[in-house]
């Protein structure tokens, strides 16, 4: 059974770092494309960074500099460092795997994992 299992969130002041992890489970997930996308209640999940099988990243404008997408082929884990961490990138994190092609929306992934909350304070 396909399996993603997110970690990592919690609570942090504004310009501090979190590292969000995602493992995976029953699937190859090496061949496809996986993300992190974000939501936040009331508001349309937002894709956040991206990376393909031959972990060539995207990033959303919110987050480029800031953040970096990673990922472990040989463990099934995805990764999101988060740093210079800001308010705004308050919401409940996603990770996910899709097709062979990354994709900002939502509707191209397959699997989904069931969210971890990140809080930045003031």
């Known amino acids: 059974q396909e399996q993603l299992v997110e970690s990592g969130g919690g609570s942090v002041q504004a310009g501090g770092s979190l590292r969000l992890t995602c493992t995976a489970s029953g699937y190859t997930y090496s061949t496809v494309c996986m993300g992190w996308f974000r939501q936040i209640p009331g508001k349309q999940r937002e894709a956040v960074a991206s990376i393909d099988s031959e972990s060539n990243p995207l990033y959303a404008d919110a987050v480029k500099g800031r953040f970096t997408i990673s990922r472990d082929n040989a463990k099934n884990i995805l990764y999101l460092q988060m740093d210079s961490l800001k308010p705004e990138d308050t919401a409940i994190y996603y990770c996910?795997?899709?097709?062979?092609?990354?994709?900002?929306?939502?509707?191209?992934?397959?699997?989904w994992g069931q969210g971890t909350q990140v809080t930045v304070s003031s």
């Open positions: 996910a795997a899709g097709g062979r092609e990354c994709s900002p929306s939502p509707g191209d992934y397959d699997y």
